[in-house]
């Protein structure tokens, strides 16, 4: 039985493994992108002087999808200031609970950002963006329930298997010293 534990509890974490490395990249990609379309939208206004519709929105669009992707990744990654700056400052028997408390309310709000997001996004589906007329309203939205579906995971990995934010793939720098990551 022991086992099988270890067996799926590897499993989970390569598995969220993948998905943390992944949210790192799309980040990335989306600041890359971001932080090159904008200048372009600059420089074709002024330099070119024609300005272009679509930098903007297309900008607002990434930045979204950092948010709600980076943000499931900074979870992961202990980076998130979910009530750290509260838990160091307690006693140490207080602690696990402030710990506890912490991961069940990120477990609601990433519950909340799936379930209405979601409801969000379907609600708006048959609906176009007025400055980017080919995009749905729909697909603009979905990096909440995206997002919460992701920190959801990642909240279950931790209630599970405790905080895995001193794994190799979250901290190159780390040897995987905690006491809780495998």
Same mark, same amino acid.
């Given at each position: 039985? #022991? ?19 992944? #949210? ?19 420089? =074709? ?75 969000? #996004? ?7 963006? =007025? ?33 895995? =934010? ?11 010293? =905690?006491?809780?990551?495998?």
């Amino acid at each position: 039985r #022991c086992n099988r534990w270890n067996l799926m509890k590897n499993l989970v974490l390569g598995v969220n493994d993948v998905i943390y490395r992944a #949210c790192v990249i799309v980040a990335a990609l989306a600041i890359v992108v971001m932080a090159t379309i904008i200048p372009w939208g600059v420089f =074709s206004r002024y330099a070119l002087g024609q300005g272009l519709g679509w930098p903007e929105p297309i900008a607002i669009l990434l930045m979204v999808l950092f948010t709600f992707v980076g943000a499931a990744a900074s979870y992961r990654a202990g980076a998130h200031t979910a009530g750290r700056v509260l838990g160091d400052r307690l006693p140490p028997l207080a602690q696990p609970f402030v710990v506890l408390f912490v991961r069940l309310a990120m477990a609601a709000i990433s519950l909340f950002m799936l379930i209405w997001g979601y409801k969000l #996004c379907v609600a708006t589906w048959n609906q176009y963006l =007025s400055t980017l007329p080919w995009m749905r309203v729909g697909v603009s939205y979905a990096p909440i329930p995206l997002g919460g579906l992701i920190t959801l995971l990642f909240v279950i990995e931790q209630l599970l298997y405790g905080d895995q =934010s001193k794994r190799r793939v979250v901290d190159y720098e780390a040897r995987e010293e =905690s006491k809780e990551s495998v």
